[in-house]
T-cell receptor, first 113, second 113 residues
Framework: GAVVSQHPSWVICKSGTSVKIECRSL??????MFWYRQFPKKSLMLMAT?????????EQGVEKDKFLINHASLTLSTLTVTSAHPEDSSFYIC?????????FGPGTRLTVT | QQQVKQSPQSLIVQKGGISIINCAYE??????FPWYQQFPGKGPALLIA?????SEKKEGRFTISFNKSAKQFSLHIMDSQPGDSATYFC????????????FGAGTRLFVKA
């Protein structure tokens, strides 16, 4: 149980385009979903927290207009990187929490050329 | 108050040995302490977690020791195997009150065959 899926697993896009990443909790309903960014050999950096049906809460320094989060249901959250630039290239990981714990997706490797 | 300090940064252990990773927290409001295992290019996977009402939890070769008064907890990997080579993150959170999960900086474990 407690499986979180993420799609796509990797994506390459051109500078200036937008990219959408989907995160789904497959076998449980998540009270809260999180989006993290991870740089090589570093810990996870929380970008935003979202609850179903409400606006996401962004961490300090994270541009909400650039990283759009839509939490459509208790099992689906999407992150859209708008007007992507090479510095947005990173490993993006979603996470979903229920009463039992917090579980992570497999991550999405974004490369902006 | 919100930090979780993890050590060591990296660890090399012989096959069959015991791997020990330590974490310390500051906020006594935390009531959930998970450990995550992350392989390169993958999302973190929940390994084992403990709550402060117990001092030890064991699952297979993995044991968490928890010292509430010292605000410290550690992960012990018994009979370490090359397949255990990964990055391990400790974390601390609280189920209620909108607490975010705070992650340690991570420990890169390498188990020599």
């Amino acid at each position: 149980g407690a499986v979180v899926s993420q799609h796509p697993s990797w994506v390459i896009c051109k500078s200036g385009t937008s990219v959408k990443i989907e995160c789904r909790s497959l076998d449980f309903q998540a009270t809260t979903m999180f989006w993290y960014r991870q740089f090589p050999k570093k810990s996870l950096m929380l970008m935003a927290t979202s609850n179903e049906g409400s606006k996401a809460t962004y961490e300090q320094g994270v541009e909400k207009d650039k990283f759009l989060i839509n939490h459509a249901s208790l099992t689906l959250s999407t992150l859209t990187v708008t007007s992507a630039h090479p510095e947005d290239s990173s490993f993006y990981i979603c996470s979903a929490r229920d009463r039992a714990g917090q579980y992570f997706g497999p991550g999405t490797r974004l490369t902006v050329t | 108050q919100q930090q979780v300090k993890q050590s060591p940064q990296s660890l090399i252990v012989q096959k069959g040995g015991i791997s020990i990773i330590n974490c310390a927290y500051e906020n006594t409001a935390f009531d959930y302490f998970p450990w995550y295992q992350q392989f390169p290019g993958k999302g973190p996977a929940l390994l084992i977690a403990i709550r402060p009402d117990v001092s030890e939890k064991k699952e297979g070769r993995f044991t968490i020791s928890f010292n509430k008064s010292a605000k410290q907890f550690s992960l012990h990997i018994m009979d370490s195997q090359p397949g255990d080579s990964a990055t391990y993150f400790c974390a601390a959170s609280r189920d209620t009150g909108g607490f975010k999960t705070i992650f340690g900086a991570g420990t890169r474990l390498f188990v020599k065959a």
